[in-house]
């Protein structure tokens, strides 16, 4: 556990406020802004495009660019029709829906032609399915991977960023080693692609504030149904914690910086998970149910085996394959550094802490609490 906790420290290069009271001195954390290359005129498709992070990564595309195309690829008719609600092709004209899976490379392939970049952000993510479903988990997370790597370098794809989770750090259970796998599967990918071929790179963080399926949705329905008391697997348990902006804006960085083969982490904050329950509810009872299958008490982005292979900037860290093929020249001259020897970056001793007000703040910005 943590000893001493510590506000966020300001980040001088790229930092933002997130709406404090005025009250409070106000707490600063990475937006992740900065290396966003154009998508003017691009072509862009994201697997798992109905998702809580594929809609906001498609609404903060057509904010800022003009795309020429905008592939919206997943499995689920329903969750396209009610996306197409809002995010209509008569309203933006580059959007397209094209149902497919993962599974079917020759279905990806079709989806992909004329494709500049792909964002891979279908998974199977629940940690229990995963553990009681494990042939599915690994059909879609691994050879799902697999499959789009393929369908990339067939069809000339530019540029491909795979969404990963800080599970897949030292996994204890199916679905981190299957991101685990998915990971490496895209970090070779660059060997088989050669070296003016598509060109892949991953991203890994934590807990998505709000996303459909986490902890803070599921605390405000049992809220909002009238429950006396707030289930808690461990009064312990901590969990890196970053908001849906941070990583839209985290992707679209990273994507910018990319030479291939990385694994980009963000530095964000941890959080208890009694202190975002005390956010949401406070005063109400907590009950202590156990940890869940397959659940860890901490989480982990970068191992101590990993450190020996990581450089820091200022708001992130880049894991660099071991493999021969990587040069770390053009992220050393751009100011990355080495980390120190036996550095681990986990959940329970990270530097950067939320607090409870801080959390409500970010809720309220993000209206998912009322101000």
């Given at each position: 556990m943590p000893g001493k906790r510590r506000k966020i420290r300001r980040n001088k290069q790229r930092a933002c406020s997130i709406g404090v009271t005025d009250e409070r001195e106000k707490i600063l954390i990475n937006k992740f802004d900065t290396h966003?290359?154009?998508l003017d005129g691009k072509s862009i498709l994201i697997t798992g495009g109905t998702g809580s992070f594929g809609q906001r990564f498609i609404e903060t595309v057509?904010?800022?660019w003009r795309p020429r195309r905008v592939i919206i690829f997943s499995r689920d008719e329903a969750k396209q029709y009610d996306m197409a609600q809002h995010i209509s092709p008569e309203r933006y004209p580059p959007i397209r829906y094209f149902i497919g899976d993962v599974r079917?490379?020759?279905r990806l392939e079709m989806a992909m032609r004329e494709v500049d970049i792909v964002i891979h952000a279908a998974a199977l993510k629940q940690v229990p399915a995963a553990e009681y479903n494990p042939f599915e988990c690994i059909k879609t997370n691994v050879h799902g991977a697999e499959n789009v790597v393929q369908a990339a370098i067939?069809?000339?794809v530019q540029k491909v960023v795979a969404l990963s989770t800080d599970k897949a750090s030292n996994p204890i259970n199916l679905y981190g080693a299957s991101k685990l796998a998915s990971d490496k599967?895209?970090?070779a990918a660059n060997n088989l692609s050669g070296s003016v071929g598509t060109r892949f790179s991953v991203v890994r963080y934590g807990n998505v504030l709000g996303s459909r399926g986490s902890v803070v949705p599921f605390f405000l329905k049992l809220i909002h149904d009238g429950a006396e008391k707030l289930p808690i697997t461990d009064p312990r348990m901590t969990r890196f914690w970053i908001s849906l902006d941070q990583g839209v804006n985290f992707v679209l960085s990273s994507l910018g910086m990319m030479l291939g083969g990385e694994i980009f982490v963000p530095q964000i904050p941890s959080m208890k998970v009694i202190d975002v329950a005390e956010a949401l509810a406070p005063g109400l009872p907590l009950e202590?149910?156990?940890i869940r299958p397959g659940e860890k008490l901490h989480e982990m982005m970068i191992s101590e085996d990993d450190s020996r292979n990581t450089l820091e900037y200022s708001d992130r860290y880049i894991i660099?394959?071991?493999m021969t093929f990587w040069d770390r020249g053009p992220h050393a001259e751009a100011g990355a550094k080495s980390v120190a020897e036996g550095f681990q970056y986990a959940s329970?001793?990270?530097?950067?802490?939320l607090d409870i007000e801080t959390l409500r703040a970010m809720l309220s910005e993000m209206k998912m609490i009322p101000g």
């Amino acid at each position: 556990m943590p000893g001493k906790r510590r506000k966020i420290r300001r980040n001088k290069q790229r930092a933002c406020s997130i709406g404090v009271t005025d009250e409070r001195e106000k707490i600063l954390i990475n937006k992740f802004d900065t290396h966003h290359e154009s998508l003017d005129g691009k072509s862009i498709l994201i697997t798992g495009g109905t998702g809580s992070f594929g809609q906001r990564f498609i609404e903060t595309v057509l904010e800022r660019w003009r795309p020429r195309r905008v592939i919206i690829f997943s499995r689920d008719e329903a969750k396209q029709y009610d996306m197409a609600q809002h995010i209509s092709p008569e309203r933006y004209p580059p959007i397209r829906y094209f149902i497919g899976d993962v599974r079917d490379q020759s279905r990806l392939e079709m989806a992909m032609r004329e494709v500049d970049i792909v964002i891979h952000a279908a998974a199977l993510k629940q940690v229990p399915a995963a553990e009681y479903n494990p042939f599915e988990c690994i059909k879609t997370n691994v050879h799902g991977a697999e499959n789009v790597v393929q369908a990339a370098i067939r069809t000339g794809v530019q540029k491909v960023v795979a969404l990963s989770t800080d599970k897949a750090s030292n996994p204890i259970n199916l679905y981190g080693a299957s991101k685990l796998a998915s990971d490496k599967i895209f970090v070779a990918a660059n060997n088989l692609s050669g070296s003016v071929g598509t060109r892949f790179s991953v991203v890994r963080y934590g807990n998505v504030l709000g996303s459909r399926g986490s902890v803070v949705p599921f605390f405000l329905k049992l809220i909002h149904d009238g429950a006396e008391k707030l289930p808690i697997t461990d009064p312990r348990m901590t969990r890196f914690w970053i908001s849906l902006d941070q990583g839209v804006n985290f992707v679209l960085s990273s994507l910018g910086m990319m030479l291939g083969g990385e694994i980009f982490v963000p530095q964000i904050p941890s959080m208890k998970v009694i202190d975002v329950a005390e956010a949401l509810a406070p005063g109400l009872p907590l009950e202590t149910v156990g940890i869940r299958p397959g659940e860890k008490l901490h989480e982990m982005m970068i191992s101590e085996d990993d450190s020996r292979n990581t450089l820091e900037y200022s708001d992130r860290y880049i894991i660099e394959p071991s493999m021969t093929f990587w040069d770390r020249g053009p992220h050393a001259e751009a100011g990355a550094k080495s980390v120190a020897e036996g550095f681990q970056y986990a959940s329970d001793t990270n530097d950067h802490w939320l607090d409870i007000e801080t959390l409500r703040a970010m809720l309220s910005e993000m209206k998912m609490i009322p101000g």
